[in-house]
């Protein structure tokens, strides 16, 4: 599994759902759709490098803060 290529789809997706009026909202749909679309092992190999990443990471600050509060509902 491509990494990068995880990334790259992750920040896609947060780039649609940020332009959402709702962040909270966003970031709760953002989850669910990672969570119903994404493969298991898509999830997982994200969610493991977000936790090992630095904070100033390639994901985008809508994908981040997501992980954070969304973590358990993602996996």
Do not use: C
């Amino acid at each position: 599994m491509n990494l990068h290529h995880l990334i790259k789809m992750a920040n896609q997706i947060g780039s649609f759902f940020e332009t959402m009026p709702n962040r909270p909202q966003a970031m709760t749909d953002f989850a669910s759709h990672i969570k119903r679309q994404w493969e298991p092992r898509m999830r997982t190999a994200l969610l493991q490098y977000a936790a090992n990443a630095p904070d100033d990471n390639e994901l985008h600050s809508i994908v981040r803060e997501t992980i954070k509060v969304h973590v358990e509902a993602m996996r």
